[in-house]
């Protein structure tokens, strides 16, 4: 069974800044995606970010929601076998349970579609103060 773990969720001031981390246990997924979804108390979990894991090092094709477009970058290191999410200018309404999503069985992985995914971590908990 693929193993999704995340880390690096913790609590910041607006404005402040977090970087999370997704480790897999079968990285890359030959040739597979990873995403990153949040899930607020109340709220439907709505994708976040995606990554095409595939291919060479430079180029790979990213997706974000505009809720976070031009504030979150996903990258991804493979030689550590990591992929983060980079979070700039955090605001109260980015406080959430965020997870990170693999094996996508669709092409409904690139609009950050829940249903598209297999493997769902744990998750970490982000918390924005005003």
């Known amino acids: 069974r693929v193993q999704l773990v995340e880390s690096g969720g913790g609590s910041v001031e607006a404005g402040g800044s977090l970087t999370l981390s997704c480790a897999t246990s079968?990285?890359?997924?030959?040739?597979?995606?990873l995403a990153w979804f949040r899930e607020a108390p109340g709220k439907e979990r709505e994708g976040v970010a995606a990554t095409f894991l595939g291919g060479g090092p430079v180029g790979r094709p990213t997706y974000y929601s505009d809720a976070v477009k031009g504030r979150f970058t996903i990258s991804q290191d493979d030689a550590k076998e990591l992929v983060y999410l980079h979070m700039n200018n955090l605001n109260p309404e980015d406080s959430a349970m965020y997870y990170c999503a693999a094996g996508a069985v669709d092409m409904g992985w690139t609009r950050l579609e829940v249903k598209s995914w297999l493997y769902w971590g744990q998750g970490t908990q982000v918390t924005v103060s005003p």
């Open positions: 079968e990285y890359p997924f030959a040739g597979n995606a």
